[in-house]
């Protein structure tokens, strides 16, 4: 069935440093891909997405790439923050119409 | 626009005992998911309604879990009776119309944690 695989955290980075989250799916057909990140004591919430491949999507500096032949949707930041510790969690959506989650990554960026 | 809503935020109840959670989706939201996220662990869908119907319930034990939705607004989801293995945060979610293939976007509410003892 489908699936899909996340870096395991806890990720630690000072600020202002380069972030990657590494995400790999396993799916039939094309399926939707998103990242949702969970900030403390609040729910989830859509942070990017791409539907199609190659397609980039981006959101408050992060963004990330559909890439097929990998089968890979890795989260990138250039320069995080502390406002940007959180769990971050990839995410596919199949024409089943089923949302299928990874583990999630917990980030935390020190001052 | 308000976002959906959940109570109990926090539940503590005995093992065997019975528990109820309650969710108000966005409105005129079409579709609404209940996901257990189990401690150190992605959201694992339990159960998917389109309005009033089911779409899916495959991974929902049913021998003890239920759930509706009336009117295809808001819902509940029931456990009973309730096992040391159903501690979890439950979350549930509404989306304008079936999420899948076309990138539709997942509103989470807050959730409901579960500590069963």
């Known amino acids: 069935g489908d699936s899909v695989t996340q870096m395991e955290g806890p990720v630690t980075l000072s600020e202002e440093a380069f972030l990657t989250i590494n995400c790999t799916y396993t799916a039939t057909g094309y399926p939707s891909l998103f990242w949702y990140v969970q900030y403390p004591g609040e729910g989830l919430q859509l942070l990017l997405k791409a539907t199609k491949a190659d397609d980039k999507g981006s959101n408050k500096g992060f963004e990330a790439t559909y890439r097929k032949e990998t089968t890979s949707f890795h989260l990138e930041k250039g320069s995080v923050q502390v406002s940007d510790s959180a769990v971050y969690f990839c995410?596919?959506?199949?024409?089943?119409?089923?949302?299928?989650f990874g583990t999630g990554t917990r980030l935390k960026v020190l001052a | 626009e308000a976002g959906v809503a959940q109570s109990p935020r926090y539940k503590i109840i005995e093992k065997r005992q019975s528990v109820a959670f309650w969710c108000n989706p966005i409105?005129?939201?079409?579709?609404l998911y209940w996901y257990q996220q189990i401690l150190g662990q992605g959201p694992k869908l339990l159960i998917q309604f389109q309005n009033n119907g089911v779409v899916d319930d495959s991974q929902l034990p049913k021998d003890r879990f239920s759930a509706e939705r009336l009117k295809g607004v808001d819902s509940t989801l029931k456990i009973q009776p309730a096992k040391l293995e159903d501690s979890a945060v439950y979350l549930c979610?509404?989306?304008?119309?079936?999420?899948?293939?076309?990138?539709?976007?997942?509103?989470f509410g807050p959730g409901t944690r579960l500590t069963v003892l």
């Open positions: 979610a509404s989306s304008l119309e079936l999420a899948g293939g076309f990138g539709d976007e997942q509103f």
């Open positions: 995410a596919l959506s199949d024409r089943t119409y089923k949302y299928i």
């Open positions: 409105s005129g939201h079409a579709t």
